[in-house]
């Protein structure tokens, strides 16, 4: 399952005005809009129209598609606060001292715990009455908490197997997911250093294994990959391609 698979507002949204007529057009165009799809292009495609009938379907029902800072109306939760918040004690208390008692609780239990802190960043954020300013840094932590127990699961699933099977194993995901949507097969990147100089870095696949590859003409990177580094760099590419395919 990939990040498109659970935005179902936005996608619902999409489902809706790609049925829409002439006389709902701009209130479905609004709806999808609303819930998070900024790409004119893609509205206008969905709805069947072009992009100046989007810009005028928005400012007909009063909004501004030129404001940057236009946000994604909030969407309604099916859980409360109160349902979650015995959830995240509990994990805490299970896993917190399996994590603080030794340097190495491994990276199930680590994940774990990560896991727990996320379940009290989401019970902290169904809050109405939360401030802003603490909402805004509550949500950055709940990424932050999410992306740490990947890398751990990405260093599980390294413990168990070579980048060779890994590598085969993201190449039948990718497979039978390439009728769906397009897939990434390289990138160029261009990394900034501390010292202010900047290294290009390129990332393919190797033929036949799919394991993913490093290339750079810069003496200082290692392009050697371990298998988690192989997973991660796989996931990081299949985000970008994610997002790319909405503005397609």
Do not use: C
């Amino acid at each position: 399952m990939n990040a498109s698979d659970t935005d179902s507002a936005r996608l619902n949204a999409l489902a809706a005005l790609s049925k829409s007529t002439d006389d709902n057009r701009a209130e479905l165009t609004e709806a999808a809009w609303r819930t998070g799809t900024r790409n004119a292009g893609e509205l206008a495609s969905v709805a069947g129209t072009d992009r100046d009938a989007v810009f005028a379907d928005l400012t007909a029902r009063g909004i501004d598609w030129r404001d940057p800072d236009a946000a994604p109306a909030p969407r309604p939760e099916k859980v409360a606060a109160q349902l979650v918040e015995p959830v995240a004690r509990a994990a805490e208390e299970a896993f917190g001292p399996l994590v603080h008692d030794t340097h190495d609780p491994g990276p199930l239990t680590t994940a774990a715990w990560q896991l727990a802190i996320a379940y009290r960043s989401i019970a902290a954020l169904l809050l109405d009455e939360l401030p802003d300013a603490e909402r805004e840094e509550t949500a950055e932590e709940l990424s932050d908490r999410l992306q740490i127990a990947l890398h751990q699961s990405h260093i599980y699933r390294a413990s168990r197997s070579t980048p060779r099977r890994l590598g085969a194993q993201t190449g039948r995901t990718d497979a039978e997911i390439s009728v769906l949507q397009p897939l990434p097969s390289a990138a160029k990147i261009t990394l900034t250093l501390p010292s202010g100089e900047s290294m290009t870095v390129e990332l393919g696949s190797e033929e036949g294994t799919g394991v993913t590859t490093v290339r750079s003409d810069n003496p200082l990177l290692d392009t050697a990959l371990e298998a988690h580094d192989h997973l991660e760099l796989h996931t990081a590419l299949d985000t970008v391609a994610q997002v790319l395919t909405r503005h397609l």
